[in-house]
């Protein structure tokens, strides 16, 4: 399996000059590049090839533009490989070859956002406490963990507050663990981050509610300077600090938390949720963006991949919230703001998280159902048993899939 490995890494000015000027050619390349299929899909021709694109925007062009020339070419090729790749990625998304979210189809690249150029094959070297790239020179890297294998390229980042990056791509073997025989349901939520269908809850920092205030002065205070001006670059950079530490606390959260699980437990339930709907809900969203249950979810996978473990999702209509996790009966739809109800049918207490938990896991890992037909009954009777009821006998319920709920 692939892993990505990202270090820090600490160019100096001058080196920080020309990482700025290949960023700026590898956007060059990009921009002029897309504008260009861009031109040929409305006057109803095909996009060109990668090899077309590499002739009349990096060949071509470098015989008229000298500056194109004091650039690595290798980044350059591999911003048009990146088009070509983006654009597979958008036509086999709309013709139904690859599933998932929805794929967006190339866009301009800004010179405010994040800026990255890639190298490969043997045009970097690795070596004990710097990076060597062409055109560039040495610089100092931070290893902050071993390189897992060589990796065939790297990718040098720069973020929006200015901090410097190399990634790489490299193989690594999963490291599988021996069986728990433990298995988890997960139900996320916004009062508790995650409720695990053992009982357990799990709150999450929220760091962007926790900077709210500050966030807001800073916003405010870079809407008054002067676009462009020196007091703008510096309150922009203040907002952009401001916003990565606050991605960087949730991650490292996430992080944490998805590996604990993944080591913990053979199999992981999660349920699906619509986020990008729900985002738009706009009284959550602010919430919601502030869990990252997307980002849970990604690494969750990505490291139960990792050590052999089970990853399922089951679909968000699944009526895990309504059902009684003892019994099975259908209590019916509850609003948001009830945290606790009692089973009409077997008298049960619900904690309404850790009941859902608990029927998410249920769909994937069945305790006891077997399922008979009635002679009498046309209908198929689904037949739940159970350990113990609240009045502490055991019972048997049967009940008709039909009924109303
Ligand atoms: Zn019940």
Request: proline share 3%; charged share 30%; with cysteine.
């Amino acid at each position: 399996m692939k892993a990505r490995y990202k270090y820090r890494i600490y160019p100096n000015n001058i080196q920080i000059v020309k990482l700025n000027q290949l960023f700026g050619c590898c956007r060059y390349v990009w921009n002029n590049a897309l504008s260009h299929c861009h031109q040929l899909y409305s006057s109803g021709h095909k996009k060109p090839s990668y090899v077309d694109l590499t002739k009349q925007f990096i060949t071509q062009a470098k015989r008229e533009l000298i500056w194109l020339k004091e650039v690595a070419s290798t980044p350059l090729q591999q911003s048009l490989k990146d088009l070509d790749q983006a654009y597979k990625n958008f036509f086999d998304r709309c013709g139904g070859k690859r599933k998932g979210i929805k794929v967006k189809p190339p866009k301009f690249k800004s010179r405010k956002s994040r800026q990255s150029a890639r190298f490969v094959g043997a045009n970097y070297k690795v070596e004990q406490d710097k990076i060597y790239l062409p055109k560039i020179g040495k610089i100092k890297v931070v290893w902050s963990r071993a390189l897992a294998s060589k990796s065939s390229s790297v990718t040098i980042i720069r973020d929006s507050a200015n901090r410097y990056f190399a990634s790489f791509v490299v193989q690594t073997n999963a490291e599988y663990l021996p069986k728990s025989n433990n298995s988890v349901g997960i139900d996320l939520g916004i009062s508790t981050f995650a409720t695990l269908s053992n009982g357990a809850k799990i709150l999450s920092p929220k760091p962007l509610k926790n900077n709210l205030k500050k966030l807001a002065k800073l916003q405010r205070k870079f809407s008054r300077t002067e676009k462009g001006s020196n007091r703008w670059e510096k309150a922009r950079l203040k907002v952009s600090k401001l916003h990565t530490r606050i991605k960087d606390i949730r991650t490292d959260f996430l992080h944490k938390l998805s590996t604990k699980l993944a080591k913990e437990y053979d199999t992981i339930v999660l349920e699906d949720l619509n986020v990008s709907g729900m985002v738009k809900n706009r009284k959550l969203s602010k919430a919601i963006s502030d869990l990252g249950w997307r980002q849970f979810r990604t690494l969750t996978e990505a490291k139960c991949k990792k050590y052999g473990r089970e990853f399922r999702v089951i679909d968000r209509w699944q009526p895990t919230s309504q059902k009684c996790s003892h019994c099975g009966f259908r209590g019916g739809k509850k609003e948001l703001d009830v945290r606790e109800w009692t089973c009409l049918n077997c008298g049960a207490v619900h904690d309404r998280d850790i009941n859902a938990a608990v029927n998410i896991l249920e769909i994937v890992q069945p305790k006891t159902k077997v399922e008979i037909i009635e002679e009498v009954a046309e209908i198929p009777v689904q037949l739940s048993l159970f350990e113990e009821v609240a009045d502490g006998q055991r019972s048997i319920i049967l009940k008709t899939d039909t009924e109303p709920t």
